[in-house]
C-alpha cells in the first residue's frame, strides 16, 4: 500500500460517498452541492490517471457548466430550503435491491473476466497529441465527429432559446385563434 | 500507479453507475432524476478513460469518445433545463407525477 494506492481508494471514497449523499439527501440544494462534490472527485481520479486534458474538460464543462446551470433551474424553479418529499419505502427497497443486485453481478462478472494489462507501451495523452487526432482527416482523425458535434451543440442552443422562449402576445393570439 | 489494478477504477465505475439508477428509480423530481444520468454518464467516461490507459495505450480512441461524451451532456443538460423551465411555467410544478397529460 503506498502512497498512490492511498490516495486512489481516498478518491475512489469521496466520489462514491458524494454520490450516494446526493442521490438520497431530501434538500435538492444539498443535493446538488454533492453533486459537485461527486464531480470534483471525478476529476481527481482523472488526474490521478495523468490524463490532464480529460480533467481540466470535466472541471470546466461539468464543474463551471452543468452544476451552476443545475443550481440556476433549482432557483428559478422551487424552493431550494423546503424538504422534497421522502419516496415510498416499497420503492427505496426494490430500488436499492435492483442497484445491490446489478452492482454484484457487474462486480463478479469484472472479477470473473481478468484483463490483461500487459502493454507496456508507453501513454502519451498531452494536449498536442490530442488536437493533432481531433483534427486530422486520416483515418484515425477525428474531424468529422468534431463537426457534428459542433453542429448538434448549435441545434442544442437554438432549441434551449425556441423551447424557454417566454411566448408572446401575438403568439397567443395566434394560437388561441387556431383553436377556434 | 501500477499497483493498482484496472479492475479496482472498473468497481469504481459499477458502483457509481448504480448509485445513479437508484436515484433515477427513487427520485420523482425531474432536477434530481437529471443529476442521477449526470452521475451514469460520468460512470461511462471513467470506463472509456481507464480502459483507453490500461489497455490499449498507444491509442487515444477512449479519451476521444469521453469528450464527445462530455459535450453531448452538456447540450443535453442545456435542453433538459429549458424543457423543465418551460413545464414548471404551464404546471407550477417539476414533479413527474404531475405531468401526466400524455401518459396512456
Given at each position: 500500500m503506498n502512497t498512490s494506492a492511498i490516495i486512489f481508494y481516498a478518491i475512489a471514497t469521496l466520489i462514491l460517498g458524494a454520490a450516494l449523499l446526493a442521490v438520497t439527501s431530501l434538500k435538492i440544494f444539498r443535493s446538488a452541492i454533492w453533486l459537485l462534490f461527486s464531480l470534483v472527485g471525478i476529476a481527481a481520479l482523472y488526474f490521478w490517471m495523468q490524463v490532464e486534458f480529460i480533467a481540466a474538460i470535466q472541471i470546466v464543462v461539468y464543474v463551471g457548466g452543468i452544476v451552476v446551470l443545475i443550481i440556476f433551474s433549482i432557483f428559478l424553479t422551487q424552493q431550494s430550503g423546503k424538504e422534497m418529499a421522502k419516496p415510498a419505502t416499497g420503492k427505496i427497497i426494490f430500488s436499492a435491491l435492483a442497484a445491490l443486485l446489478g452492482t454484484a453481478f457487474t462486480i463478479n462478472l469484472i472479477n470473473h473476466y481478468?484483463?490483461?494489462?500487459l502493454s507496456a507501451l508507453p501513454f502519451n495523452s498531452s494536449v498536442s497529441e490530442i488536437g493533432m487526432q481531433m483534427l486530422?482527416?486520416?483515418?484515425?482523425?477525428?474531424i468529422l465527429p468534431f463537426e457534428v458535434v459542433s453542429m448538434l451543440l448549435l441545434a442544442a442552443m437554438v432549441g434551449c432559446i425556441v423551447i424557454a422562449m417566454k411566448p408572446t402576445a401575438a403568439n397567443i393570439v395566434h394560437l388561441n385563434n387556431k383553436e377556434d | 500507479m501500477n499497483e493498482i489494478p484496472l479492475t479496482h477504477i472498473l468497481f469504481v465505475s459499477t458502483a457509481l453507475f448504480f448509485i445513479g439508477m437508484y436515484g433515477l428509480f427513487t427520485r420523482r423530481n425531474i432536477i434530481t432524476m437529471l443529476m442521477s444520468i449526470e452521475l451514469m454518464l460520468n460512470s461511462v467516461n471513467i470506463n472509456f478513460v481507464a480502459f483507453n490507459k490500461y489497455?490499449?495505450?498507444?491509442?487515444?480512441d477512449g479519451l476521444f469518445f469521453s469528450l464527445f461524451i462530455i459535450t453531448i451532456a452538456a447540450a443535453e443538460a442545456a435542453v433538459a433545463i429549458a424543457i423543465i423551465i418551460n413545464l414548471y411555467r404551464s404546471h407550477q410544478s417539476i414533479d413527474v407525477d404531475d405531468a401526466t397529460e400524455m401518459k396512456f
Amino acid at each position: 500500500m503506498n502512497t498512490s494506492a492511498i490516495i486512489f481508494y481516498a478518491i475512489a471514497t469521496l466520489i462514491l460517498g458524494a454520490a450516494l449523499l446526493a442521490v438520497t439527501s431530501l434538500k435538492i440544494f444539498r443535493s446538488a452541492i454533492w453533486l459537485l462534490f461527486s464531480l470534483v472527485g471525478i476529476a481527481a481520479l482523472y488526474f490521478w490517471m495523468q490524463v490532464e486534458f480529460i480533467a481540466a474538460i470535466q472541471i470546466v464543462v461539468y464543474v463551471g457548466g452543468i452544476v451552476v446551470l443545475i443550481i440556476f433551474s433549482i432557483f428559478l424553479t422551487q424552493q431550494s430550503g423546503k424538504e422534497m418529499a421522502k419516496p415510498a419505502t416499497g420503492k427505496i427497497i426494490f430500488s436499492a435491491l435492483a442497484a445491490l443486485l446489478g452492482t454484484a453481478f457487474t462486480i463478479n462478472l469484472i472479477n470473473h473476466y481478468g484483463f490483461n494489462t500487459l502493454s507496456a507501451l508507453p501513454f502519451n495523452s498531452s494536449v498536442s497529441e490530442i488536437g493533432m487526432q481531433m483534427l486530422s482527416t486520416t483515418s484515425h482523425g477525428f474531424i468529422l465527429p468534431f463537426e457534428v458535434v459542433s453542429m448538434l451543440l448549435l441545434a442544442a442552443m437554438v432549441g434551449c432559446i425556441v423551447i424557454a422562449m417566454k411566448p408572446t402576445a401575438a403568439n397567443i393570439v395566434h394560437l388561441n385563434n387556431k383553436e377556434d | 500507479m501500477n499497483e493498482i489494478p484496472l479492475t479496482h477504477i472498473l468497481f469504481v465505475s459499477t458502483a457509481l453507475f448504480f448509485i445513479g439508477m437508484y436515484g433515477l428509480f427513487t427520485r420523482r423530481n425531474i432536477i434530481t432524476m437529471l443529476m442521477s444520468i449526470e452521475l451514469m454518464l460520468n460512470s461511462v467516461n471513467i470506463n472509456f478513460v481507464a480502459f483507453n490507459k490500461y489497455l490499449f495505450p498507444d491509442k487515444l480512441d477512449g479519451l476521444f469518445f469521453s469528450l464527445f461524451i462530455i459535450t453531448i451532456a452538456a447540450a443535453e443538460a442545456a435542453v433538459a433545463i429549458a424543457i423543465i423551465i418551460n413545464l414548471y411555467r404551464s404546471h407550477q410544478s417539476i414533479d413527474v407525477d404531475d405531468a401526466t397529460e400524455m401518459k396512456f
